[in-house]
DNA sequence: ATATAAGATTACGTTACGTCACTTTCAAGT
DNA sequence: ACTTGAAAGTGACGTAACGTAATCTTATAT
């Protein structure tokens, strides 16, 4: 028989601990001094192991207790409706990671993140519905849909999507150069032949999806990565001077 | 202005939410009635939008209250933070998921699951420390080191391991039939084929492990597969007459 | 004017303890 | 036997984000 002290000592748990699991009938003491003092044995050393391991699996203190106290308690059953609610825990996190991960991308670009761009973004994440699909479909053709895969996604932390963000983030970065400048003009460069590598030479896709960059509401209605009016303007203005110097 | 009872139809979050958020000086409604009724705007139905979509990527509302009034939050740090929490978080999750694989993979060969069982198992799972490895590099040399991972591991539900299990529970099935029955030595069989698949023709190895096996000791110090002592001994029987057969 | 729906307030319950505050018991030294 | 300091006890409040219930008041439709 030890004290609750010598207890805490070899596993680890606290007296408070030690003593809620006494007050909710978890694990009461093998027995008490004269004075009230609680004494533990080496049954409640294991007894308390077991807890701890299946409070490490995550389940509630109150199914511990059915589990250790019901002698027919079906494991199979309980492990498996655990896992299931883990499983939907981890869909739930890796869900939040991929959110977070693309909220960090935009911030690469937009480096003052103020209230009205999260709205920008909340918009577009609480769109992703059937909406987007109708337009989508309305916009492109059955071929052309593969290619919009291919599009940076916000929440997307795959090299594809990086490297067109990191291509936004200089075009801003040496905006006011000027859209003829040797810096946008390499950047320009380095973006046409990035999407002649990705979408082929496709001249009607192409247009299309400047018509619809251009539009705001169609770009937002799309899903599409937001990007701010100066920039589009500032692309379409270097293109020229990129297209004029190739002919 | 609309009511209460209109923002929670638009929106989806209960009266009593609304009526939290305001009590916590999160979201007060924009103004009230004579009798005290709240009365909400768009300016509202959209903060709540906002408060909503950083709720749902994990934040507490104590951390939104200060994202939405601070004026120069940091939003790179704030949401760094957030991830890092979410990825430690999904690593949790993670470990808890392969964990609870791995006893639901016991419980395939142990039909009846009683504590002293869930024991061996928590004596397991906490012995996984350094330990383990001081055992594991006093026994096996580097080469062998390597076989051992191909052993089935209690949390883990890769094929190799769901076979051997497979034939454990094969052999609990039919141990009544004796170890020369043609069922135990087809299942023998198995066992020598898949063995020598996995790891060779590699007597020395083979029979540090089995002398492993035969400990009880060792085995747990080792953090192997618990198997139950008969089973092993209807291995090692029905071992011989395979091998007297064979020669 | 009245019935009824909607709204307000107040307060307790939830989880697994941490953290006081205050009192009592234990074990050792004198 | 007496003292004393450490250890132990009990009781209470706090936590996060509401759900739920009870009771009372306001708004609205007939």
Known sequence: MISIKELTKQTGVSVRTMRYYDEINLLPPAG?????H???SEKEIKKLQEIQFLKSLGFRLIEIKEMLSDKNWDWEIGLKNQLNYILQEKQRIIQIEKTLKGLLNTLKIENSVDLTYINKLIQLYQSKNEQQNIFR??????GERKLLNKLPKMDSDDPHSLEWISYLVDLKKFKHKGANSPEIQQIIHCMYEKAIDTFGENDDFFNKLWEIRKSPEKSTKMGFYPIEQDILNLIEEAWDFYENKRH
Do not use: N, V
């Not at 008490?32 to 009230?36: D, R």
């Open 32 to 36: 008490k001094t004269e004075g009230g």
């Open 38 to 40: 609680r004494l533990y």
């Open 137 to 142: 479909d309305k916009y492109f053709h059955q």
